[in-house]
């Protein structure tokens, strides 16, 4: 696992409530960027894909390029999907674990996928060649 | 784990936690509305981003098309 994703399962093993949210803001800052980085590299590699295409005038393999590429992205939307289904959900977690309702134990297995979806981000920016924040 | 695996998980926490919630004195309404909220902001996430890839698609298609349009200057 990475550094990051280890950090943030120290974080979680100190079990408490303000260390899990400070977490799963920091989670949310990267998939923040992550997000912006993704949005401004496929615009510029769509444009650069198209541009060159249409200087060559091979309007048929730049269309091919741009479908490739548009299918080639798609796991980079689930990764951003899942990471951000699982941020969406943390603070209810917590707030139930606080309120009683939950087990604070339950917050390890929680960061722990916060971590993972986060890690599953990287790897499918990284496949790609986006650079990671 | 993959994106399933991912949401599967998620699931069955949560699944776990609404019914320890409901035995704890939770009510239902209280529960549903905390998933709501939850559903609801990954999706309007999800939609802001294919909204800016739409556009991105948009953009790169006019670029061929418009170049399309004005034609190969080198063929006869």
Redesign the interface.
């Known amino acids: 696992m990475r550094l990051w994703a280890g950090a943030l399962l120290f974080v979680a093993c100190a079990s408490s409530a303000d260390h899990a949210r400070q977490a799963v803001a920091t989670g949310e800052q990267f998939i923040s960027a992550a997000?912006a980085s993704?949005?401004r590299y496929?615009?510029d590699h769509?444009?650069d894909?198209?541009?060159k295409?249409?200087?060559s005038?091979n309007?048929d393999a730049?269309?091919k390029e741009?479908a490739e590429w548009?299918a080639k992205?798609a796991p980079v939307?689930?990764?951003?999907?899942?990471a951000?289904?699982?941020?969406?959900?943390a603070p209810?977690?917590i707030?139930?674990c606080e309120?009683?309702?939950?087990s604070k134990g339950?917050l390890v297995?929680?960061l722990a996928?916060v971590a993972?979806?986060i890690d599953?981000v990287r790897q499918a920016l990284k496949a790609l060649g986006v650079d990671i924040p | 784990m993959n994106g399933i695996g991912i949401a599967l998980e998620l699931l069955r926490e949560l699944a776990e936690i609404c019914e320890d919630a409901y035995t704890k004195g939770h009510t239902s309404q209280e529960i549903s509305e905390a998933l709501r909220v939850h559903y609801e902001k990954a999706a309007a996430a999800v939609r802001s981003l294919d909204r800016v890839l739409a556009d991105n698609d948009a953009e790169a298609d006019a670029i061929l098309k418009d170049a399309k349009a004005d034609g190969d200057p080198t063929k006869p």
């Open positions: 997000v993704f949005e496929d615009h769509q444009v894909l198209a541009r295409a249409a200087a005038h309007f730049g269309a741009l548009r992205r939307r689930q990764a951003l999907f899942d951000q289904a699982v941020l969406a959900a209810s977690v707030t139930l309120a009683g309702a939950r339950a297995p929680l996928q993972a979806s599953q």
